[in-house]
């Protein structure tokens, strides 16, 4: 059984016998729980530390555990109606409202109820996290000299070489800044390029969390088609001409939602057009060590050739390894880098120094390269099952696009739209009856979609058999659709 499951079945036992001690009560011997319940010490010592954090139990060094007393009782609820007028009091006409939408986001966040297989997940299942790595890490890093002191502001120097290796010749560890992982990077460099009210464009369709931090910010997203290689050039040039703006948000390599790569020959055509307008690109290059191992050579990053500065990169270890893991970076040249600074030692100060340590053991370490290689693989391999599946057991749907990286895949529903069993939201109610949990293609665009789509990941599940009971949920999911 592993650690975590028995922690907390520890907890829920002594939970439900807390009401057989008094407030004060000892509770028993750390030895005698470890005797009756058959496990270690460690997981004895994680459930009554967790029983700490909840109030239910006190600690005294060298004495024991023992019941707290009960709690007083919360006061009743207050009036808070009066916020709602604060809160949308947004001082005239021209000020944008500031409502932020997280539903896209949280879809991927949110853990499912029991029994329900993640196909919604946004990050790798645990059996691909490099748990022992990381606790190895993190166990070096604590002991490392200065380890809880206070870092520098833009991130240890080692870190940011590290990364600016990572991207690319042209870019330096001056050039760098370390961030809380990739969706504070990108929440920053909005901030800093667009002003509220200033329109924004975006891949259509695009990253949920993108277009939330966009609006959270004050910005209008505005929709640039995609094909299978990306971006498309010429409505790009149309948008930046007919809109004004001065920012272009891409994810040019395993794009999320679709899997697309940006085609060689847009690269440059993508900068040039930015560049004539006088605007900045995003790069989010969220996937680049999720690459599955039959892709061939990647391409560089934009930013590894960008001169002019035109590129504000972002990039992050956390897709790779572990949610918690929030360590990214900025990279970005010549006078935004001091704004892009600035937001975000306003924001954060900085990002805790025992996570940079630790994220410095870990890519120094041989387990590394060994994970990024089982990763690749695996991911691969899953990628090929679940779509294997979705041919034989569902056919109506269709695969756009077969990606080389990344942890999901993009179909489009039947029907255009049209349609009972094609349409979206029933679809994902249906699934979720099911047992198996879609994340809707609605919140990857800003604009009106132009068919459904639902987005399956199959990086978040433990592996081919699950993925192939999914897939079979999914189907019986689509049958009760047409049966009714």
Not at 402 to 412: D, Q
Request: net charge neutral; charged share 20%.
């Amino acid at each position: 059984m592993q650690e975590s499951s028995s922690v907390a079945e520890l907890v829920t036992s002594l939970r439900a016998e807390l009401n057989r001690y008094s407030p004060g009560g000892k509770l028993p011997s750390s030895r005698a729980l470890v005797e009756r319940f058959r496990v270690s010490p460690v997981t004895v010592s994680r459930a009554i530390a967790q029983l700490a954090a909840e109030g239910l139990v006190t600690t005294r060094p060298g004495s024991g555990a023992f019941r707290a007393e009960p709690r007083a009782a919360l006061p009743a609820p207050g009036d808070t109606s009066w916020q709602e007028v604060s809160l949308s009091g947004d001082g005239g006409p021209e000020v944008v409202p500031r409502t932020v939408d997280a539903s896209g986001v949280l879809v991927t966040l949110a853990a499912p109820p029991p029994g329900v297989i993640e196909f919604n997940g946004g990050y790798l299942h645990a059996s691909l996290q490099p748990e022992r790595a990381l606790s190895a890490a993190l166990a070096r890093a604590g002991r490392r000299p200065g380890a809880w002191s206070r870092p520098p502001t833009d991130g240890l120097p080692e870190l940011r070489s590290w990364f600016a290796r990572e991207i690319g010749p042209a870019v330096s560890a001056a050039d760098v800044l370390i961030t809380a992982g990739g969706q504070g990077a990108l929440a920053t460099a909005l901030r800093a390029l667009a002003p509220p009210g200033a329109p924004v464009l975006v891949e259509s369709p695009t990253y949920p969390g993108m277009l939330a931090a966009a609006r959270a910010t004050g910005l209008r997203p505005v929709p640039v088609p995609m094909d299978a290689d990306g971006v498309r050039p010429e409505l790009l040039a149309d948008a930046f001409r007919a809109t004004g703006a001065r920012v272009f948000v891409s994810q040019p390599l395993f794009q999320n939602p679709t899997g697309a790569t940006l085609a060689p020959a847009r690269r440059p055509e993508v900068l040039a057009i930015a560049r004539a307008a006088g605007a900045f690109v995003v790069e989010d290059d969220f996937a680049r060590r999720l690459v599955h191992d039959d892709s061939g050579p990647l391409p560089a990053p934009l930013a590894a050739d960008d001169p002019d500065g035109t590129v504000v990169h972002v990039c992050s270890l956390t897709k790779v390894t572990s949610p918690s893991l929030r360590v990214g970076a900025l990279a970005a040249r010549g006078p935004v880098l001091e704004r892009l600074r600035a937001i975000q030692v306003v924001d954060s100060f900085f990002v805790p120094r025992p996570l940079q340590e630790a994220a410095l053991e870990l890519v120094g370490s041989p387990s590394w390269g060994r994970h990024l290689a089982a990763v690749s693989a695996e991911l691969g391999r899953r990628r090929t099952t679940m779509a294997a599946a979705l041919a034989g057991e569902l056919p109506e749907l269709t695969l756009p696009h077969l990606p080389a990286g990344g942890g999901s895949l993009w179909l489009r529903l039947p029907g255009g739209g049209a349609g009972a069993g094609a349409d979206e939201p029933a679809v994902v109610s249906a699934a979720l009856r099911a047992s198996v949990a879609v994340a809707p293609g609605r919140p990857y665009f800003c604009a009106e979609p132009p068919a459904g789509h639902v987005r399956l990941s199959f990086a978040g599940v433990s592996g081919a058999t699950e993925i192939a009971e999914g897939v079979r949920r999914l189907r019986a999911a689509f049958d009760s659709l047409l049966e009714g």
